[in-house]
């Protein structure tokens, strides 16, 4: 990543030095990749203002971030034309407490939520695939339950999060799909639990289906007192220093408990920033931006000595959420069912995406965020800049020239 920083430096200090330049170039950099985003975010949202103040006319953005690879370096020497989205849905799960020497007389939350776990693990209803490309199916990133130590009594609450990536999926799609999942496994898990009980009399907790909510939902049969009681809980906890996925599951649990609902029953939600799927699109900017790019990775071993591909996504989440082609009214349905959404997110009311043509051209290496985590420095060096350069050079001049 400093890698593609350096490129970009350079690439702005020999710009600067070209006589009559056919046009700008900005150059931004955040120091919080791994703060929620915090300040992409806040960079995107800044871009309006930044051109109006300075009569700037936005053509394309190049995202600099770096590709890991492997092989033999093919699939680092690419330029991206979108970036993968990345959701993060979450499953808040009430069972019903009994003592552990009784556990027919109780719902395990735990149990409920390992159930729906095992269920959206790998799952094909949440793995989007990328043309003749294999998508990456979804896996769980985090599961605990409510108890704040040991006792014998069953847990009455569990939550599960889950990393869930797309390419043209709204969070829309996908968190249908979770849901349908969710209740899926529960039912599963009710029917197993029947069929491992067979008691004459039938087992209360299992008589009926497990309902499911969404968070908004859950947040609709609250009344004027309990939701500004939540605000002001929700807004309590917004300064601390616990993780995203954190506070929601104790706004959930707040939430749950001001709706004097009881158990069992599943809350279906998101737990962090969302990084949407950028694509390309069909604008007049979008498409010179493609075709310039597509020639350069053409020409590229004759040019620079070095073959770079045209891949259509960046395999990891990155800035381009943020600042490229993405649907910004899909967020709706994140922000009413995020329930840090409002004091920790923070995502602005307007112009939270720029919005822009954008594009990934950055170095390439091996073993990311290990000890052994390297550069290959003659691409980066030697052949990156140039890619770059030729890039904006020809981004700057005159459509049709």
């Known amino acids: 990543?400093?890698?593609?920083?350096?490129?970009?430096?350079?690439?702005?200090?020999?710009?600067?030095?070209?006589?009559?330049?056919?046009?700008?170039?900005?150059?931004?950099?955040?120091?919080?990749?791994?703060?929620?985003?915090?300040?992409?975010?806040?960079?995107?949202?800044?871009?309006?203002?930044?051109?109006?103040?300075?009569?700037?006319?936005?053509?394309?953005?190049?995202?600099?971030?770096?590709?890991?690879?492997?092989?033999?370096?093919s699939k680092g020497r690419i330029i991206a034309l979108g970036t993968v989205g990345k959701l993060l849905p979450t499953a808040y799960v009430v069972g019903v407490p009994t003592h552990s020497g009784f556990?027919?007389?109780?719902?395990?939350?735990?149990?409920?939520?390992?159930?729906?776990?095992?269920?959206?693990?790998?799952?094909?209803?949440?793995?989007?695939?990328?043309?003749?490309?294999?998508?990456?199916p979804p896996s769980l990133l985090g599961i605990r339950d409510g108890k704040p130590g040991y006792d014998v009594t069953t847990p009455a609450t569990a939550f599960a999060t889950f990393n869930v990536l797309s390419y043209r999926r709204t969070p829309d799609e996908v968190l249908d799909r979770f849901d349908r999942l969710c209740a899926e496994a529960a039912s599963n898990f009710q029917r197993e639990l029947t069929r491992r009980s067979q008691p004459q009399d039938g087992i209360a907790n299992?008589?009926?289906?497990?309902?499911?909510?969404?968070?908004?939902?859950?947040?609709?049969?609250?009344?004027?007192?309990?939701?500004?009681?939540?605000?002001?809980?929700?807004?309590?906890?917004?300064?601390?220093?616990?993780?995203?996925?954190?506070?929601?599951?104790?706004?959930t649990e707040e939430a749950w408990g001001l709706s004097r609902l009881t158990g069992p029953g599943i809350v279906t939600g998101f737990g962090s920033i969302p990084y949407l799927p950028t694509n390309l699109s069909d604008a007049p900017g979008a498409m010179r931006l493609k075709a310039i790019a597509m020639q350069i990775a053409r020409e590229s071993a004759e040019r620079y000595g070095s073959a770079i591909a045209c891949a259509d996504y960046f395999a990891g989440i990155s800035d381009m959420s943020f600042f490229g082609e993405a649907a910004e009214?899909?967020?709706?349905?994140?922000?009413?069912?995020?329930?840090?959404?409002?004091?920790?997110?923070?995502?602005?009311?307007r112009h939270g995406l720029a919005n822009v043509p954008t594009v990934n051209i950055g170095p390439w290496g091996r073993d990311y965020h290990t000890p052994l985590e390297r550069l290959h420095t003659h691409y980066a060096f030697n052949v990156l800049p140039h890619v770059i350069r030729d890039l904006c050079a020809s981004l700057l001049l005159p459509s049709g020239s």
């Open 206 to 251: 299992l008589a009926r289906p497990v309902p499911l909510y969404r968070f908004e939902t859950l947040v609709r049969r609250l009344g004027p007192q309990e939701k500004d009681r939540l605000d002001v809980y929700s807004a309590l906890i917004a300064d601390g220093d616990l993780t995203l996925p954190e506070k929601c599951r104790l706004i």
């Open 329 to 349: 009214s899909s967020l709706d349905i994140v922000a009413r069912n995020t329930p840090a959404w409002k004091d920790s997110v923070r995502w602005p009311l």
């Open 103 to 136: 556990p027919l007389n109780g719902i395990n939350a735990a149990a409920l939520t390992a159930s729906i776990a095992a269920r959206v693990e790998w799952a094909t209803e949440l793995t989007e695939h990328c043309g003749s490309s294999p998508g990456t």
């Open 1 to 73: 990543m400093k890698a593609g920083l350096a490129a970009g430096l350079a690439i702005c200090a020999d710009f600067a030095e070209t006589a009559n330049a056919a046009g700008n170039l900005l150059f931004i950099a955040v120091p919080d990749e791994e703060n929620n985003s915090a300040g992409a975010r806040k960079a995107a949202h800044s871009l309006t203002d930044i051109n109006e103040q300075h009569g700037l006319d936005l053509v394309a953005a190049v995202n600099l971030d770096a590709i890991a690879d492997d092989g033999d370096g």
